[in-house]
């Protein structure tokens, strides 16, 4: 069963800094597409930035380009967003998943997940 656990939320100022993270469970970054998607408030969910599984090859949405970034560690099975100058918008539910192609991020391969994690709440607010 894929399954993944993200961490690293909460509240910070606006032109602040977060550091999210997310584990994989069951599937290896190794072999797979993996992004992070989120959702505000009365809003669907969005994918935002998605990273390749051999090449490193990124994907950004409009909405965070210049400002989040996206990264892995293998060792650990762990995917990371780096959200610098944060946005009173980007406060939101942020969930990560293999599923970039899925969400028209391009980038793949996807696989099936289990269910979605709990997420991780940010919360942006002057």
């Known amino acids: 069963q894929a399954q993944v656990v993200e961490s690293g939320g909460g509240l910070v100022q606006p032109g602040g800094s977060l550091r999210l993270s997310c584990t994989a469970f069951?599937?290896?970054?190794?072999?797979?597409?993996i992004g992070w998607f989120r959702q505000a408030a009365g809003k669907e969910r969005e994918g935002i930035s998605c990273?390749?599984?051999?090449?490193?090859?990124?994907y950004y949405a409009d909405s965070v380009k210049g400002r989040f970034t996206i990264s892995r560690d293998y060792t650990k099975n762990t995917m990371y967003l780096q959200m610098d100058s944060l946005k009173l918008e980007d406060t939101a539910t942020y969930y990560c998943?293999?599923?970039?192609?899925?969400?028209?991020?391009?980038?793949?391969?996807?696989?099936?997940?289990?269910?979605w994690g709990k997420g991780t709440l940010v919360t942006v607010s002057s």
């Open positions: 998943a293999p599923l970039c192609a899925a969400y028209g991020m391009g980038l793949g391969p996807d696989t099936a997940l289990e269910s």
């Open positions: 990273i390749s599984s051999s090449d490193g090859q990124t």
């Open positions: 069951g599937f290896s970054l190794d072999y797979f597409a």
